[in-house]
C-alpha cells in the first residue's frame, strides 16, 4: 500500500506542478510564501517516503506523514486567499476556510484546483492508514 500512496502522490503533484507553472506565469508573486513552502514540502515528502518504502522503518513512514500534516495547510491557505473574491461574505482568517472550500470543490477556481482538492485526501488518508498499519504490524 506504501507504493499506491506513492502514485497516488506522483498524480497529485502533477497536477500541483501545472498549478505551480499557472500560478507563477500569472500571480505575480501573489501569496508566494505560501506557494511556495507548500509545493517544495509537498515534493519533500518524496524523501521520508521513499526511505519507508526501501527501509520499511516506520519513522520515516511518520516523518512523510507529518510534512503532509505541516504543509497542506499552506495549500489549503493559498485556495482561501483566492476564494475570497468569490465569496458573499468575508470573515476573516481560516474562518472562511468552508466556504472558499465550497467555492475550490465547485470547481470555481478552476477544474485542475478543484481536481487537486479532491485527490488531495486520496494521499493523505491512506498515507495515515499505512503509517498506522506498519506501526501495528511492527
Keep these: 500500500m506504501g507504493y499506491i500512496v506513492l502514485a497516488v502522490w506522483a498524480i497529485q503533484a502533477t497536477v ?5 507553472v499557472s500560478w507563477a506565469r500569472h500571480a505575480k508573486g501573489e501569496s508566494a510564501g505560501l506557494v511556495l ?3 517544495i514540502m509537498m515534493i519533500a515528502f518524496l524523501v521520508p517516503w521513499t526511505v519507508f518504502l526501501v527501509t ?3 519513522a520515516w513512514a511518520w516523518a512523510g506523514f507529518a510534512v503532509l500534516v505541516l504543509f497542506i495547510g499552506f495549500g489549503d491557505a493559498t ?7 468569490l465569496l458573499p461574505e468575508v470573515r476573516g482568517g481560516m474562518r ?3 466556504p ?5 470543490l465547485a470547481g470555481r477556481l478552476g477544474e485542475r484546483v478543484r481536481f487537486h482538492l479532491w ?3 486520496l494521499v ?8 498506522i498499519i506498519a506501526t501495528v504490524a511492527g
Design 119 to 121: 485527490f488531495a485526501g
Design 100 to 104: 472558499a472550500a465550497r467555492v475550490g
Design 79 to 85: 485556495m482561501v486567499r483566492r476564494a475570497r473574491s
Design 96 to 98: 472562511d476556510y468552508i
Design 16 to 20: 500541483g506542478v501545472t498549478l505551480l
Design 37 to 39: 513552502t507548500h509545493a
Design 56 to 58: 520499511g522503518s516506520v
Design 124 to 131: 493523505f488518508f491512506p498515507c495515515l492508514a499505512v503509517c
